[in-house]
């Protein structure tokens, strides 16, 4: 089945300590985001690839990067998390900018 | 600046009740999105709404787009637990590629 997958699900990190999300996609969709989920919260838009262009939402801090090497994979960078990136982290695809976007199971970051 | 407008954001209803959950947007959209959230989960398509009038039917949930009105209801018919979960409604931004989503509403079902 044509699938969003997200690694790891569950992800325990340091205050400070750099961690890395993982997206892959057999959809073979152009776009792949990363949204920021906070409990209670609606998911909030971080960034977006369209195939090798990188669109970032203006108030996403610099903390956060993303790296997509080809098609089917996307990578959520946290170079230095805070208390308050503790979250759930969705990533979606679409086959072009204005279609139905598709959520991986998402990846619960904790920071100690 | 797009806003969307999800009421009411929590509601506790009997099974087998009726009930609509209403979403409202304040800028022009001709897409909107419902989708499903259960707790610790990720978001599931619910439903695509593409053109004013629009209405769709999925077992006991129907979502409808009304775009000069700016609302979108979500409407259950003879609630059952099952259906305990947070819906989100979602509008593409003016961007064309971002959804801008709701605050959702938790909805809980009991016997």
């Known amino acids: 089945d044509a699938m969003v997958i997200q690694n790891p699900r569950y992800q325990v990190t340091q205050f400070g300590k750099p961690v890395t999300l993982s997206c892959s996609q057999t959809l073979n969709h152009n776009v792949m985001y990363w949204y920021q989920q906070k409990s209670s919260q609606a998911p909030k838009l971080l960034f977006h690839?369209?195939?090798?262009?990188?669109?970032n939402e203006a108030d996403t801090p610099d903390n956060f990067q993303s790296r997509r090497p080809n098609t089917s994979f996307c990578f959520l960078d946290i170079r230095s998390p805070g208390l308050g990136d503790a979250a759930m982290y969705l990533c979606?695809?679409?086959?072009?900018?204005?279609?139905?976007?598709?959520f991986g199971p998402g990846t619960r970051l904790t920071v100690l | 600046e797009l806003k969307v407008e999800q009421n009411p954001l929590f509601l506790s209803m009997q099974e087998g009740k009726n009930y609509t959950i209403y979403c409202n947007y304040s800028t022009t959209s001709d897409r909107l999105y419902w989708y499903r959230q259960d707790p610790g989960k990720s978001l599931e398509s619910l439903f695509v709404?593409?053109?004013?009038?629009a209405v769709k039917q999925e077992g006991r949930l129907m979502a409808s787009l009304d775009t000069k009105a700016r609302l979108s209801t979500l409407h259950i018919t003879a609630a059952v637990h099952d259906l305990s979960a947070t819906y989100f409604c979602?509008?593409?931004?003016?961007?064309?590629?971002?959804?801008?989503f709701g605050k959702g509403t938790s909805l809980l079902v009991t016997p």
């Open positions: 979602a509008v593409d931004s003016n961007s064309g590629y971002a959804l801008n």
């Open positions: 979606a695809t679409s086959l072009v900018l204005d279609n139905e976007q598709f």
């Open positions: 709404l593409l053109s004013n009038g």
């Open positions: 690839y369209y195939d090798k262009d990188f669109n």
